[in-house]
């Protein structure tokens, strides 16, 4: 196995260990979630796990961020190729 695959199971392990703890441990705390904006409202039927809640969020971050990337270079900078640094390359 080369560096890079050992470093990159240490990273998995250093952040699946935590995370599935936490999972276990808060598994049976529950969250009851509304969002009021003033001409309307909502809120879950029933509570649900935090955990559950937690790696909803997480998901959706990642996911927001995964779209927002490339639509925000797209809009603000074109592509990293237009722009070169002093020695020919790309600058990023």
């Not at 250093?14 to 003033?38: E, K, Y």
């Not at 925000?72 to 020919?88: E, F, V």
């Amino acid at each position: 196995m080369s560096v890079v695959r050992w470093l990159m199971l240490v990273v998995v392990v250093i952040a699946a260990i935590p995370a599935a703890l936490f999972t276990v441990q808060n598994a049976n705390w529950v969250a009851q979630l509304s969002l009021d904006l003033q001409f309307s409202a909502w809120i879950l039927k029933e509570p649900m796990p935090v955990p559950y809640l937690m790696w909803m969020s997480f998901g959706v971050g990642i996911l927001g961020g995964m779209v927002a990337i490339p639509l925000l270079k797209a809009l603000l900078g074109g592509s990293s190729s237009d722009h070169m640094d002093d020695y020919g390359g790309s600058s990023i």
